[in-house]
Nanobody, 121 residues
């Protein structure tokens, strides 16, 4: 059984930093793209950043220059370094990954349980 487990959320003051981690575990054959999404209260879930297995990254405009996505393929882990946090970054952050489990015929999409990030003074 494959699962994604996030960690690193919490309460931070405006201008502060947090680093989120998401580790994939289980019987994993391969992982393609990994990414981070977020959902603020009353809003739809939205993409924040993605990273390919080769390390190519893409970000939505509102986090460019402030957030950095990275991954460690040996550890099946993706990270999101968040700097210069703003109150509007407050949301539940979800990890997402395209994973092919061992003995599975294709890649499937998996989601983590989410981790709360609150930016407030």
């Amino acid at each position: 059984q494959v699962q994604l487990v996030e960690s690193g959320g919490g309460l931070v003051q405006p201008g502060g930093s947090l680093r989120l981690s998401c580790a994939a575990s289980g019987t994993i054959f391969s992982i393609n793209e990994m990414g981070w999404y977020r959902q603020a209260p009353g809003k739809q879930r939205e993409l924040v950043a993605v990273i390919t297995r080769q390390g190519y990254t893409d970000y939505v405009d509102f986090v460019k220059g402030r957030f950095t996505i990275s991954r460690d393929n040996a550890k099946n882990t993706v990270y999101l370094q968040m700097n210069s946090l703003k109150s509007e970054d407050t949301a539940v952050y979800y990890c997402n990954a395209e994973i092919r489990a061992t003995m599975a015929p294709r890649f499937n999409e998996y989601w983590g349980q989410g981790t709360q990030v609150t930016v407030s003074s």
